[in-house]
């Protein structure tokens, strides 16, 4: 689920043709899910 949380995102901002590159997306979304994980701890 997690892993897919990137391409569902780019998928939907490519079909309101708005232009991330893929390394921001991962940039951003990785340290979330880190951070989500040490704190639910």
């Not at 689920?1 to 391409?7: I, K, L, R």
């Not at 998928?11 to 043709?17: D, P, Q, R, T």
């Given at each position: 689920?997690?892993?897919?949380?990137?391409?569902i995102?780019?998928?939907?901002?490519?079909?309101?043709?708005?232009?991330?590159?893929?390394?921001?997306?991962?940039?951003?979304?990785?340290?979330?899910?880190?951070?989500?994980?040490?704190?639910?701890q």
């Open positions: 689920m997690v892993f897919a949380f990137t391409p995102i780019g998928l939907l901002l490519g079909l309101l043709a708005i232009t991330v590159l893929w390394e921001t997306l991962f940039l951003s979304v990785i340290p979330h899910i880190v951070l989500s994980a040490l704190f639910a």
